[in-house]
């Protein structure tokens, strides 16, 4: 009886596939929806094409946007491949093909941390998009220096967060 019930509570870890498949295509749909983006960016917002627009910015944000979508797809991906080779079975194929990857996890510390720093990644570029928003808006010293200290901030977090 006891045998019966460990092969079933063993077998439950399967439903962690919901996860992986959810996440691999959301991730795929991200990073279709990014490449669009930029496909869109690069025809209706490039000065080259459009003699309407004076400047950069609207092209460099829908851009940026599109990198945000980028690394949050890259993120599910982590995720969905660290979920199934944790839970489900290693991935013989890449053990064969790669001695380390990205996508290989080998315990769930391994895994929080990859996506942390993935995630840090994808605040700093959020934060880069929100200030390309409001550079405009940047009038006095004390505008930039403020916007120097936060960049200074977030690189010092990063190595923070990096240094062994």
Do not use: H
């Not at 982590?78 to 380390?100: C, M, P, Q, R, W």
């Amino acid at each position: 009886m006891s045998n019966k019930l460990e092969k079933l509570l063993w077998n439950v870890r399967y439903i962690t596939l919901l996860a992986v498949v959810l996440s691999i295509i959301s991730a795929f749909a991200l990073l279709l929806l990014g490449s669009w983006n930029i496909v869109e960016a690069i025809i209706f917002y490039n000065p080259l094409f459009d003699d309407a627009i004076s400047n950069n910015n609207d092209l460099l944000f829908k851009i940026i946007s599109a990198i945000d979508l980028f690394l949050i797809g890259i993120v599910l991906l982590i995720f969905g491949f660290g979920i199934y080779e944790l839970f489900v079975s290693e991935i013989d194929f890449a053990n064969a093909k790669f001695t380390e990857s990205t996508l290989k996890i080998r315990d769930l510390d391994q895994l929080k941390n990859k996506i942390i720093k993935v995630i840090i990644i994808v605040l700093i570029v959020k934060f880069f998009e929100k200030v390309l928003k409001f550079s405009e808006n940047f009038t006095t010293p004390s505008d930039i220096l403020y916007f120097g200290l936060a960049i200074l901030s977030i690189c010092l977090g990063y190595y923070l967060i990096n240094r062994k």
